[in-house]
């Protein structure tokens, strides 16, 4: 597996959870990290992704000031840190990795995790 999400539960509104993404080295090493998500009937959408070094990062305007992404390079983790989430955030969230940064779109990854369930209840 070359990247694996977890964290996702469930977690009522205005309170905070934590999803993890840990991957190979060579990934880590050499790729953008971020966030999709993708909620039922819906297509799956740019959440957040970081730099490789950890200096740059972009949100989705659904997410900003709310979600905060991060990265652990000598762990090979990226984290999404989730304050204040609306039942609108329920979704399932899966991580990737690209060779770009700036605004992603899901056509465009080149590594792709299985997802991680969030749920957020009112």
């Known amino acids: 597996v070359q990247l694996q999400a977890s964290g996702g539960g469930l977690v009522q509104a205005g309170g905070s959870l934590r999803l993890s993404c840990a991957g190979s080295?060579?990934?880590?090493?050499?790729?953008?990290m971020g966030w999709f998500r993708q909620a039922p009937g819906k297509d799956r959408e740019f959440v957040a992704n970081?730099?490789?070094?950890?200096?740059?990062?972009n949100y989705a305007d659904s997410v900003k000031g709310r979600f905060t992404i991060s990265r652990d390079n000598a762990k090979n983790t990226v984290y999404l840190q989730m304050n204040s989430p609306k039942p609108e955030d329920s979704a399932v969230y899966y991580c990737a990795a690209a060779a770009y940064g700036g605004i992603w779109y899901a056509g465009e990854m080149s590594y792709w995790g299985k997802g991680t369930l969030v749920t957020v209840s009112s």
């Open positions: 970081i730099y490789m070094s950890g200096g740059g990062t």
């Open positions: 080295a060579r990934i880590f090493s050499n790729y953008y």
